[in-house]
Each structure stands twice: as structure tokens, then as C-alpha cells.
């Protein structure tokens, strides 16, 4: 676990629709990595998650940062993985691999870099204690040869953020408190917004519990046709429960071996949701429209909230297409982001 004088856990982040805004608040992107607490406890560096599991071993490509962190120092920031001009969490999840073999290779082969955005101790004087305000300063003076997360106290350029940068696999927009201290596991000081979508997705399957239809499962079309489960939602309301025990009944079949499906993306079984809950394939013929944050190895990462049917679609419109962004000569890249160039 760190240090005494680390103030731990990390600050966390309140999930608003909207971003706040007046003179009290600042603006970071939202890094779509693992959040690190960066220590040199008297020499000896360490980077702790924000459940205080060690990371280090995973990401030995960051150990040279220890020479530019003075003893009894520690930052708060988000270790990352950029490829091709964008963020790739899949890489990340791949970098939690038990061999140390593994380990060195993928270190080699997709290099992570840490991106600091909060100071908490240095040469063991109580940064934390002070206000954002002061620590970002403090932080930009002292964390030289660090990469550094760009702020802006301008709402439109936050705002801007929030709909350009989804294309180099940002996850939204932090608003900090500038008159704060740091307060560890705390909401208080920190709201998050992130840049949600929308899709027309197939139901291919529902989930049981009891007698109440638990969440749906979801399906995309490939451009050979191929239907490919995608991810579920997450709760269903009392006025929809009772419109899907009509409707999805009469379209419940057999569960086939899998010779009409594509391969679930990423393996494991096609109806994971890491529940076990009882499912119910239905022949793939009801469209509804789902809000989703992002997409993690071909799923979406977390469950979507159910926004309508979609009776004026047919099931093949559902496809791939839509939740992969074409990209454009003139899309922001990371590098433009950390040094500033994006307004």
C-alpha cells in the first residue's frame, strides 16, 4: 500500500449529465486507461491502482519516471497505452498477464506512458492540503519530463473536447474543483461527463430472473452478414418488462450450435454477461435503439440503457458500421492533445 503520507484512495469522480460551470471549476479530457498513483517511497518507486494493487510489474517500461520523482513525492494520473495517434484499452487489458516473459514483450512491442494530472506529495511537503488551483501549479513547476494532462477553465473548449476527442478514444471530460483540497475516495471535489452514443442493435436473446426478463442481449450484423452478440442491457423498467413479456415469447427457438453465428469477439461464451442467469435466444426480427459509453473487444463495455423499439428498421440496418467512426484526414491524434494543440 503507499506511503503514510499519500492521501489514498484517489479522489473519484461524480457521473453528471451536464458539465458544471462559473469560475470554480477546471477542465481535464478523460483518460481512458488505468488510474495510477505514482510513489517514490524513499527511493523505491511504486504505482498503485486505485484498490492499492500494485502495477509496476505490468508496466515496467515506466520504472525510468522514478529518476524524476524525488523521494517521499507521488502523483495522481492515468497509465495508457496510444497507438496510432489514439488510446487502445484493449492493449491495456492485455497487459495484465501473470507471466513476466509476457510482460517484457508487450512492454516492448506497445510501451505505455504515465499522464499526470494531480500532485500529492513532494520531497514529503503535503501538496494535497492545498487547493487545484495551487497543486496544478505546483505540479507544472515541479513534474519536469513528465506528460502532463492539458487543462482549460473555458467550457466551450471542454465542451469542444467532449465531441472531438471520442476519436482518439477519450471518455469524456472531468470538471475539478479549483478551491478544493485533494480528498481521497471522495466525489465531492471531481464530476465527470462522458460523450454517450446511440445504436440500433437486434435483440437476439433476453436473460431471466425469476419470472422477470432481467436484461436484453444485443446484436450486430457484419458486412457478410454474420450476426455477432455484442453486449446487454442494463436493467428493465416495469412499463417496458410488461411490453417484452408480450413480444418476446413468440419469437423464443431453439439454442443452435453455433453455425449461424460469428465467433463471440473475444472469446468465452457468446451470452457472457458474468451472471448466471438463465437466457432465451429469439429469432433476431425486433430492432431497438440502446445509449452506450464505449466499446471494449467488439463489446460494449458496460451494459446500455434501453432508449425505444425500432419497428421502422429492419434487423440487417443494425450493423458495424455504426459504432465504428470512419476516420478523417483532419482528426485529432494524442500527441496534438498533450502538447496543446487541440483548443
Not at 498513483?37 to 486505485?50: I, K
Not at 517500461?61 to 529518476?67: A, K, Q, S, Y
Not at 446487454?232 to 439454442?255: F, N, V
Request: aromatic fraction near 8%; charge should be neutral; hydrophobic fraction near 35%.
Amino acid at each position: 500500500m503507499p506511503g503514510p503520507n499519500v492521501p489514498f484512495p484517489p479522489m473519484e469522480a461524480l457521473l453528471v449529465e451536464t458539465l458544471p460551470t462559473g469560475d470554480r471549476w477546471q477542465y481535464e479530457p478523460k483518460w481512458d486507461g488505468f488510474r495510477g498513483v505514482l510513489e517514490n517511497d524513499g527511493g523505491e518507486l511504486a504505482l498503485w491502482s486505485r484498490n492499492g494493487r500494485p502495477l509496476l510489474r505490468y508496466f515496467p517500461e515506466l520504472r525510468p519516471l522514478g529518476d524524476l520523482l524525488p523521494p517521499h513525492s507521488a502523483l495522481d494520473g492515468e497509465i495508457v497505452i496510444e497507438r496510432e495517434g489514439r488510446l487502445d484499452f484493449d492493449a491495456m487489458q492485455m497487459r495484465l498477464h501473470p507471466a513476466e516473459s509476457r510482460v517484457r514483450k508487450l512492454a516492448a512491442e506497445t510501451p505505455s506512458r504515465y499522464v499526470a494530472f494531480d500532485i500529492l506529495l513532494w520531497n514529503g511537503e503535503p501538496l494535497h492540503a492545498r487547493p487545484l488551483a495551487e497543486r496544478r501549479a505546483e505540479l507544472e513547476k515541479r513534474a519536469k519530463g513528465f506528460s502532463l494532462s492539458p487543462i482549460s477553465k473555458d467550457a466551450a473548449v471542454a465542451r469542444q473536447w467532449l465531441e472531438r476527442l471520442e476519436i482518439i478514444g477519450l471518455d469524456g471530460v472531468i470538471a475539478k474543483r479549483l478551491d478544493l483540497a485533494y480528498k481521497p475516495g471522495s466525489r465531492e471535489a471531481v464530476s465527470k461527463v462522458k460523450h454517450h452514443r446511440t445504436v440500433d442493435c437486434v435483440i437476439v436473446g433476453y436473460r431471466t430472473s425469476a419470472k422477470r426478463i432481467a436484461s436484453l442481449l444485443l446484436g450486430l450484423y457484419r458486412e457478410d452478414g454474420t450476426l455477432d452478440f455484442v453486449g446487454h442491457t442494463s436493467g428493465i423498467p416495469q412499463a417496458l418488462q410488461d411490453q417484452l413479456q408480450t413480444l418476446l415469447p413468440p419469437l423464443l427457438e431453439e439454442s443452435h450450435a453455433g453455425e449461424e453465428w460469428g465467433r463471440t469477439p473475444g472469446g468465452g461464451s457468446r451470452w457472457s454477461q458474468g451472471k448466471d442467469l438463465p437466457w432465451h435466444e429469439v429469432r433476431p426480427e425486433l430492432v431497438c435503439e440502446v445509449r452506450f459509453d464505449k466499446m471494449e473487444d467488439e463489446r460494449f463495455r458496460h451494459g446500455t440503457r434501453f432508449l425505444r423499439f425500432r419497428p421502422d428498421k429492419d434487423p440487417e440496418q443494425c450493423t458495424w458500421e455504426q459504432v465504428r467512426p470512419t476516420p478523417k484526414p483532419d482528426d485529432p491524434r494524442l500527441s496534438d492533445l498533450l502538447a496543446g494543440r487541440i483548443a
